[in-house]
């Protein structure tokens, strides 16, 4: 149950800001949505500067206007509500530094799983096949039988 | 001194390759593999986890590793939904599939422990590596295609870390999803990087048993990065993926 927190606070970490980011209702229903929402229109603001910064490093192709940027070194912790869910309570902090995001925890986050949090951070490509020249295989080779007919086996000078 | 040797333990072929170390280091690593086996093995009606399921044993009674062990299922269990479960209906107690990464994780350690600093341990497929196999170069973990046996969809260069995967190759063979008892669907092969094959083993494991669900679920785990092939042969990997360019 302990680990399920910094396991969320990473994932809250990656989507905040495009929680933050993404315009219009599609987040309606989306219940750790009102989890970041801050708590005060300065809240906001700071955000909203972060967002420039954010945006890329999660979805890497929305463009983004830079017109918000302000060289603010300050250093500002700021907690959002706490939202209850039918997935249990939500509250993250964020930390900023200037206009940046320099961390992000939830202060309380639902065991519930799985989440539907961590699709922006994967990459998608096509199924390739390679005969490269390796030390080891990692695979599901659950039998002696399957074993005997593996690469793993040739490695191992086995067949 | 290299030592190379293959042992079938749990059910699974385990190759140890090390690079410096002697056979009576691999011998104690092969000896604890032995051990897990005889102490957590649900097919032993001696082994500790047959004694606590037939009620022999209250959950006071048991050993720290079981306990632990324990733990680490109950763990994904409920991080779950009970997709990945220790307790499947019908069978009884069954922690095998943490006990498995759990145990060679260990083993992995005991060589470390005795002084070796450069080896690549893997049970039916599932790895842990330290150190590098020659100077410079971390080691090649290739990961199986998931169609075609004899060729690897990916290849990680790994130094000090663990890599396990889950995956579907032959038809009629099924994970049974916890929640619903039914074989699980979506996810042709999960591979999982991390730096303790507990829980790169169990993660893998547990996402496959969620099916489509259990990549966005894996991506999210922490300190795992993923490399998931879906039915449709799509593939989704984590931008901290140690790809390996050949």
């Avoid at chain 1, 989440?115 to 002696?144: F, H």
């Avoid at chain 2, 749990?10 to 140890?16: A, D």
């Avoid at chain 2, 039916?124 to 075609?148: L, N």
């Avoid at chain 2, 169990?202 to 993923?226: N, P, Y």
Wanted: net charge negative; charged share 20%.
């Amino acid at each position: 149950m302990k680990r399920a927190i910094p396991v969320l606070a990473l994932s809250v970490a990656g989507l905040v800001p495009v929680w933050l980011y993404s315009p219009g209702p599609a987040h309606e229903g989306e219940i750790n949505e009102a989890a970041a929402a801050p708590e005060t229109q300065q809240q906001t603001q700071n955000q909203a500067q972060n967002q420039p910064q954010a945006a890329p490093k999660t979805t890497g192709s929305t463009p983004v206007p830079q017109q918000q940027q302000q060289q603010q070194a300050q250093t500002r912790t700021v907690s959002g509500r706490a939202v209850n869910t039918s997935e249990g309570t939500v509250q993250v902090q964020v930390t900023f530094q200037g206009a940046k995001i320099t961390d992000v925890k939830a202060l309380r986050a639902p065991n519930s799983n799985p989440t539907r949090m961590a699709l922006p951070l994967l990459r998608e490509s096509a199924l390739k096949a390679q005969s490269a020249d390796i030390d080891t295989v990692s695979g599901a080779t659950a039998t002696s039988e399957g074993y005997k007919q593996s690469l793993q086996a040739a490695i191992d000078g086995a067949r | 001194m290299p030592v190379r040797r293959v042992e079938h333990i749990m059910g699974l072929p385990i190759s140890v390759d090390l690079r410096d170390g002697d056979a009576a280091l691999a011998e104690r690593a092969f000896a604890w593999l032995r051990e897990a086996d005889d102490r957590f093995s649900p097919f032993k009606p001696d082994s500790e986890v047959s004694r606590l399921d037939r009620g022999e044993l209250t959950r006071e009674e048991l050993t720290p590793d079981l306990v632990e062990v324990l733990s680490l299922c109950d763990w994904y269990e409920e991080s779950t939904g009970g997709a990945f479960t220790a307790h499947v209906p019908g069978r009884g107690l069954d922690p095998c599939a943490v006990v498995k990464g759990w145990a060679v994780q260990r083993a992995a350690d005991i060589l470390r422990e005795g002084g070796a600093s450069a080896f690549c341990v893997n049970a039916g497929g599932d790895v842990v590596t330290a150190g590098e196999p020659e100077p410079g170069k971390p080691w090649r973990v290739g990961v199986r295609h998931p169609d075609i046996a004899d060729q690897v969809c990916v290849v990680l260069g790994v130094r000090d870390g663990a890599v396990a995967t889950s995956a579907l190759y032959e038809r009629g063979q099924h994970i049974l999803d916890g929640r619903t008892g039914q074989p699980v669907t979506g996810i042709l092969s999960i591979t999982v990087f991390s730096d303790d094959l507990a829980i790169a083993d169990t993660t893998a494991t547990a996402a496959f048993a969620l099916g489509r669900d259990g990549i966005e679920w894996a991506a999210a785990q922490e300190d795992c990065e993923v490399f998931i092939v879906d039915e449709d042969r799509r593939v989704y990997s984590s931008p901290g993926l140690p790809v390996h360019i050949c």
